[in-house]
């Protein structure tokens, strides 16, 4: 029988924590950095962005992620 358990490798960015199951750990490590940054560059220029209660509307050059969190 073949060993179907999953391996997780462990990838830490600031105070975020991920365990990363897959072949492509050193891709999806700096996707997540790459999203990082540019979600952390969005936010000096949208400090509201960070804080707000209730959801905002994005600014016309939010990336992605931003707009995904906006929803």
């Known amino acids: 029988?073949?060993?179907?358990?999953?391996?997780?490798?462990?990838?830490?960015?600031k105070d975020a924590v991920f365990r990363i199951c897959c072949?492509?750990?050193d891709a999806v490590a700096a996707a997540i950095l790459s999203q990082r940054a540019l979600?952390?560059?969005?936010?000096?220029?949208?400090?509201e962005?960070?804080?707000a209660r209730e959801p905002l509307d994005p600014l016309a050059d939010a990336p992605p992620v931003a707009r995904d969190?906006?929803?």
């Open 49 to 51: 962005f960070a804080t």
């Open 23 to 25: 072949d492509a750990f």
């Open 1 to 13: 029988m073949q060993d179907e358990r999953r391996h997780y490798r462990p990838f830490q960015h």
């Open 39 to 47: 979600l952390e560059d969005y936010l000096r220029r949208h400090p």
């Open 69 to 71: 969190m906006a929803r």
